[in-house]
């Protein structure tokens, strides 16, 4: 009888999770981020107006293409470093060491 109340449960508790997550994404009010609810109200608040970035990341695709250099950056120096980091222990004798 435990196993089937356990399963029960979950089944409760994932199909309630996937319906509030359906009921977020059909909402039709957008979330104000960060920008929009804090930085703009101060810059009001104290008499500026809020200014376009100097790199719009907002347009296109230019978020995702930054992202994608740090990865491939990251990625080859975790490649080109992966003996030192994971291999290579203090006691072993480095081929570079005279």
Known sequence: MIPRAKKFFFCLILAGTLLMGVRFALAESKWAGVDESV???????????AWTPLINTDQGDL????????????GFMLGFFWRKLFCETDAAPSRHAR
Request: charge should be neutral; avoid cysteine; charged fraction near 25%.
């Open 63 to 74: 978020l995702l293409f930054v992202f994608l250099l740090a990865g491939t950056a990251g």
């Open 39 to 49: 930085v703009e109200k101060i810059a009001e608040e104290n008499g500026r107006k």
